[in-house]
């Protein structure tokens, strides 16, 4: 259950019509309580923060599952 709700952190964080709404807009929609534990659970699964996989391309991460960030 946490693995998919993080899959749709990074799928928010990779669409750009998404790219203004803050991280802790994004982790909240998807059931995290803070951004903080939302970012400490994504480094440990995608091996980037949350900033790094917003910051790629959409088509670098969107279609990756990990690591989205090389």
């Known amino acids: 259950m946490r693995h998919r ?3 749709h952190c990074r799928l928010d964080l990779a669409n750009p019509r998404l790219k203004n709404r ?3 807009n994004i982790a909240e929609r998807w059931g ?3 951004p ?3 970012s400490r659970l994504f480094r440990a699964t ?3 923060p949350p900033r790094e996989i ?3 391309s959409p088509t670098a991460c969107a279609n ?3 690591p989205c960030a090389e």
């Open 5 to 7: 709700r993080l899959e």
């Open 22 to 24: 803050p991280l802790q």
């Open 32 to 34: 995290f309580t803070t």
């Open 36 to 38: 903080t534990h939302c």
């Open 46 to 48: 995608y091996g980037a």
């Open 54 to 56: 917003r910051n790629l």
């Open 64 to 66: 990756r599952q990990r």
